[in-house]
């Protein structure tokens, strides 16, 4: 088979590294990927919102398989392209139409399907931009901690959590009627706080049976502690040890399950992933949100764990040929840790030479890269995230000594990583 994988970070790293241990594989296009990839496959320089460029490209190379990592394409309706052109209809997409990309592209969509399908999850009350003082009026009516949540898509930024009524009241005006997030938030969902431990679960579907994945617990928050600001991921975990058997039941039965018999009643056709956002409360598992695609860092610590051919199952989800079942997993613990740039999430510098990045590497510690770029033959930074790395191990706590001691030879200047990943879970 020959495969286009869209995106340049490290889940897209994840996915190239996987992928190029198919056996079904001829040859993997990843567009436009980074350096990092370029021992998986050939990057090329292809936008995925040039729909006729991509159209030119999937024909002239024969792709047989076009597979999404980021949201942005789904929820812009690149797979209802390839769906409704007939000279691309025969090719293999791994990522949900528009409508089905919803689940993420808007909050409101989303909080009603669960509703509708009756998914738990926290109460919640929507409000457009022409209803500040409607929203006002309800925050005062609820208890704080305040959740706030543009509607559609901010760069993992839209969602704000305030313990101060005056806070949250300036923060709403400041979303809904000054454009804080743009067409983002043009709604914003007024949310329920929930208490309790969050973990992650994914599903590959074709909108009838599903693959379920390893679970993975994330960990958001800039600082240590899980204190300060929300980023993209600053690391991640699978498995999670608090996640029982039973735990795992209660999510098929009242979240998995439901959410694909909802996308069949809704008549939402549905081939990808389905990331479920969860948190374990007094009151059970509920969802906090769904995303149309696999998560980014927790990729890079599900995927070394699977031990099936990545292609196979992607194939059959894509000839919806699914019968339900877990994915056949080792049974090591993958810890991955993020190397960031210094100020992110926030203000950074691009451009800082990075050293060191092929010291010491086995197939016990992956460096996945994500915002790296070549320039005069030197690996340089080029984003916030810049890289990862994931240690494997039967033993948590030397999953997390590998991680550790492979980061530690990777150096730039103002490098920035947390230093407390898995402590919370007793890994330290």
């Known amino acids: 088979m020959n495969v286009l994988l869209f995106g340049s970070g490290g889940r897209e790293s994840a996915f190239a590294w ?22 998986y496959g050939k990057c090329v320089d292809l936008k995925w919102n040039n729909f006729n460029h991509v159209k030119d490209f999937c024909l002239n190379k024969y792709i047989d398989m076009v597979i999404v990592g980021p949201e942005d394409p789904l929820v812009n309706g690149l797979a209802d392209y390839f769906s409704n052109t007939q000279a691309l209809s025969h090719i293999y997409f791994i990522g949900p139409k528009k409508v089905g990309a919803q689940l993420e592209g808007s909050k409101d969509f989303s909080k009603r399907f669960m509703a509708r399908h009756e998914i738990p999850t926290a109460s919640y009350k929507t409000f457009r931009k022409d209803q500040v003082q409607e929203a006002v009026d309800y925050l005062k009516t609820v208890e704080a901690p305040y959740v706030l949540k543009a509607d559609g898509l901010a760069g993992g930024k839209g969602v704000v959590i305030h313990e101060d009524l005056n806070d949250a009241i300036i923060e709403i005006k400041e979303m809904l009627a000054d454009e804080k997030f743009g067409e983002a938030s043009s709604q914003v969902v007024i949310e329920e706080f929930l208490e309790g431990m969050e973990f ?43 996640i029982t058997k039973s735990i795992f039941e209660e999510v098929k039965q009242n979240i998995i399950e439901p959410t694909i018999k909802g996308l069949s009643v ?24 769904y995303n149309c695609r696999m998560g980014d860092p927790e990729t890079e610590a599900v995927l070394p764990r699977v031990e099936e051919d990545i292609l196979m199952v992607m194939k059959e989800s894509a000839t919806k040929t699914i019968i339900s ?11 991955t840790v993020m190397k960031v740039s210094g100020g992110y999430p926030e203000k950074y510098s ?18 996945f890269q994500a915002g790296t770029k070549m320039e005069d033959n030197k690996l340089i930074t080029n984003g916030g995230r810049v890289l990862c790395v994931t240690g494997l191990d039967i033993d948590p706590l030397n999953a997390r000594k590998k ?24 890994i330290k």
């Not at 991921?233 to 608090?242: D, E, L, N, R, T």
């Not at 809704?266 to 949100?289: A, C, H, N, R, S």
């Not at 994915?327 to 810890?335: G, H």
């Not at 060191?356 to 460096?367: A, F, S, Y």
Request: charged share 25%.
């Open 18 to 39: 996987k992928i190029a241990q198919s056996q079904l594989l001829d040859e993997l296009y990843i567009a436009p990927g980074n350096p990092g990839v370029m021992e």
């Open 200 to 242: 992650s679960i994914f599903v590959l579907t074709d909108g009838n049976g599903y693959f379920l994945l390893p679970e993975a617990k994330d960990y958001k928050r800039i600082n240590e502690g899980d204190k300060g600001l929300n980023t993209g991921g600053m690391g991640a975990i699978s498995p999670v040890p608090f």
């Open 266 to 289: 809704d008549k939402i056709e549905y081939v990808g992933f389905i990331f479920f956002g969860l948190i374990l409360t007094k009151k059970g598992v509920q969802v906090i949100e």
């Open 325 to 335: 079942r877990t994915l056949k997993v080792n049974k090591q613990t993958a810890l």
């Open 350 to 367: 691009k451009g800082i030479i990075i050293n060191g990045i092929e010291k010491n590497r086995n197939d016990d510690c992956i460096v």
């Open 403 to 426: 991680a550790y001691a492979l980061l530690q030879t990777i150096k730039f200047k103002g490098e920035y990583s947390r230093h407390d990943i898995g402590n919370d879970l007793g």
